[in-house]
């Protein structure tokens, strides 16, 4: 049996032929009456698109596409985008936004169909099969840090979008980004990068047989102070170890990942003090806000063919860490000490996820079947405090937390025809934890239970033209602090109303894709997704803040153009209208919900000689208030990459950010802060984080 091949039970009569195939199959001879044969069904054929879903390592069984804002990129895809900070190489997904508001070393703020997903309340995000977002987090519910990515180990990236997949649950509400690790990197390289404004990055990565196995090793040191006032004074070092056997469907993978970090952080500034001389663009009302985080890890990956069918086990256990400094209302709360204040964030984490994939054909119907198993526990220490200088006024609140999820989750796919099959699917989602708080009144325990179907259907193709429609309930989870309280634990009297643990979310999107014109791949996806509430941990505050219930309608339109063997063109649109959908006099429009983003660019260059990027992305003007009458700016930004790539492995590359030297911002909020001198009740005002100004990285590279 070949890699990815799956057992099937067929059966067959002359009246009941099998379906077609792109690559003939041998089978064995049979007579005309019904025969029950057991036989490999082989990889599921290109779709319209060209690609099947799934990559090497992430999903059992071999699926082809089910949606039609489904979508593969590649690791060298993803290398060739210039960028500034590793999370911006995300934006390779489209109609997907990374920003940050705060020092390098931050998880980065997210925007996605409609939704400005804080650091990563609907996006869920995964690399090598562990989950990085982070439930009862002491920064903000879902927080999904991924600065201990190293890109040049990116084998796929997978992206799914809405809540239409059975083996996604919670954080997958919006979408669904899937990072995948190579094994094996073809050539040892080194990389020394120098740039604008102290940046530094070194980087060495390589593979050797071992056993009968890969080992693959991995190193990457950065610093950076940035064009800030007070430099960032960024120091990360990341690492990886990996050893493997096998293939993706029959052996394993045994990885070991370490990450830490420190810096300084210019968060959002008033725009009051920039416009009155009291701070530059480049400011910081608060020198000594800033952060230190680390997470290190161990997981492994198993799989298996048999001819019962493909078995894939995950297990890790996750140790992490953060504390970050924050200042963002500077003398409202504490005219006399200022506001800034202290989070951390230490935790386990441990899990499963195992699946077993499965084909038959009845009747002449090609069915896939997957069924699954996750389980994930976490164990946090979580805190907030009242700082000046980072030095501890007070304790807001102090919590330990045991939280824990098991999902059980089954879907079929059926090629009912040569253009119609359909994928039925369910899951079955238990929450639970308990938490044992400082203020005895805000522990408890709490639980949750929902079950979500899903469905869709595929039509298609006719003209090398498929047609997507898809169905289905999701979740949110909300930080289970929320789900005991019942007292503000900034006073310990004022009685507080606890919140669900989960919050039920439902989606529909139909679309198409084409590759009707030679080189071109093109997707149309329109889309709706209803919340029940937004409800959201107020990691600054301790408490959290009901929200109301909201409807985002939107459309896609994703383009690829490979319009020579070396060059590529791509461009994205994407539109949402997000609304509150029940009545309130302040207004329907949800404060930070983009409605217009698009990106696009030309990448060129071949396996030597001369290469390049050129890329724009486009963000939208939002709403900062319920009532739409304080506006963000739209942002304009593009990138740019020239190098030459010699025989010998040498490579030479100049990165220019922000080519045009825009001076617009990377997010904004409104709300009320206090300066100095300023009314006791303080001002309502525009905070904005500057985009960093133009900036060139030139990167030394050698592959052996």
Do not use: C
Request: net charge negative; proline share 6%; glycine share 10%.
């Amino acid at each position: 049996m070949t890699p990815g091949q799956l057992p099937a039970v067929t059966v067959t009569s002359p009246d009941n032929p099998p379906p077609k195939r792109t690559k003939p199959t041998p089978r064995p001879a049979r007579s005309a009456r019904s025969t029950t044969a057991v036989q490999p069904i082989p990889p599921a054929a290109p779709s319209a698109s060209g690609v099947t879903s799934g990559s090497a390592t992430s999903g059992p069984g071999n699926l082809q596409p089910t949606a039609a804002s489904e979508k593969i990129i590649s690791g060298e895809e993803l290398n060739a985008r210039p960028a500034a900070r590793v999370g911006e190489l995300l934006e390779a997904v489209p109609g997907l936004i990374v920003t940050q508001h705060s020092g390098e070393g931050k998880a980065n703020q997210y925007f996605l169909r409609g939704f400005n997903l804080d650091h990563g309340t609907d996006l869920a995000i995964s690399v090598d099969g562990m989950p990085v977002n982070m439930p009862t987090h002491g920064h903000g519910q879902g927080y999904a840090d991924i600065n201990f990515l190293i890109p040049e180990l990116v084998q796929s990236v997978n992206v799914r979008k809405g809540p239409y997949f059975a083996d996604k649950s919670d954080f997958a509400s919006a979408g669904a980004v899937d990072i995948d690790y190579v094994s094996k990197l073809p050539n040892n390289i080194a990389e020394l990068t120098f740039g604008s404004f102290g940046y530094q990055r070194a980087l060495a990565a390589g593979s050797t047989a071992a056993g009968n196995g890969t080992l693959l090793t991995a190193f990457e040191a950065d610093k950076y102070n940035g064009p800030w006032d007070v430099p960032d004074n960024v120091r990360k070092l990341n690492g990886v170890l990996r050893y493997s056997q096998g293939t993706a469907t029959d052996g394993f993978t045994l990885s070991a990942m370490a990450y830490a970090n420190g810096w300084n952080a210019t968060d959002q500034v008033a725009q009051r003090a920039i416009d009155q001389g009291v701070i530059g663009r480049l400011g910081s009302l608060d020198p000594t806000d800033g952060g230190t985080s680390s997470r290190f890890s161990l997981s492994s990956n198993w799989a298996q063919s048999s001819a019962y069918g493909e078995t894939k086990v995950n297990a890790y256990v996750i140790r992490s860490s953060l504390q970050l400094f924050n200042d963002f209302t500077y003398f409202l709360d504490d005219p006399v000490n200022g506001d800034q204040f202290s989070q951390t964030d230490r935790r386990t984490v441990y899990g499963l996820d195992a699946s077993h994939a499965f084909a038959v054909r009845f009747a002449g119907i090609e069915t896939q079947t997957r069924v699954g198993l996750q389980t994930r526990g976490d164990d946090i220490d979580v805190g907030l405090f009242k700082t000046i200088a980072r030095e501890t006024l007070s304790i807001v609140r102090e919590d330990s937390v045991k939280e824990g999820n098991v999902g059980l989750w089954a879907d079929t796919t059926a090629r009912w025809t040569d253009w119609l099959r359909t994928t039925v699917g369910i899951r079955e989602d238990y929450f639970a934890g308990r938490v044992v708080s400082d203020t005895p009144q805000n522990s408890g325990n709490a639980q949750a239970s929902m079950t979500s179907p899903k469905a869709g259907i595929v039509l298609g193709p006719w003209y090398r033209t498929e047609f997507y429609g898809n169905a289905g309930y999701g979740l949110h989870s909300n930080d289970i602090r929320g789900a005991t309280i019942t007292v503000d634990p900034n006073d310990k009297v004022t009685p507080l109303d606890r919140v669900p643990l989960l919050v039920r979310s439902k989606g529909a999107e139909i679309g198409i894709r084409t590759k009707v014109i030679d080189g071109l791949t093109s997707t149309l996806a329109v889309f709706v997704l209803d919340f029940d509430s937004e409800l959201l941990f107020v990691g600054d505050a301790g408490t959290t803040e009901p929200s109301r219930p909201s409807r985002r309608l939107g459309v896609e339109w994703t383009n690829q153009y490979k319009m020579l063997p070396w060059m590529t063109f791509d461009f994205d649109l994407a539109y949402t209208r997000a609304r509150f959908t029940n009545f309130d006099p302040v207004g329907d429009f949800i404060p930070g919900a983009p409605a217009w983003v698009a990106s696009g660019g030309v990448t060129f260059g071949a396996d030597s000689g001369w290469f390049g990027a050129l890329r724009g992305r486009y963000f939208g003007p939002r709403p900062l208030i319920e009532d739409d009458s304080v506006r963000s700016q739209p942002s304009l930004i593009f990138n740019a990459r020239a190098g030459y790539k010699f025989d010998n492995g040498l490579r030479m590359q100049l990165d220019v950010l922000n080519l045009f030297n825009a001076k617009t911002n990377e997010i904004e909020y409104y709300y009320l802060s206090r300066l100095p001198g300023e009314p006791i009740d303080g001002v309502a005002d525009r905070h904005v984080h500057p985009a960093e100004p133009l900036a060139v990285r030139l990167t030394l590279a050698a592959k052996f």
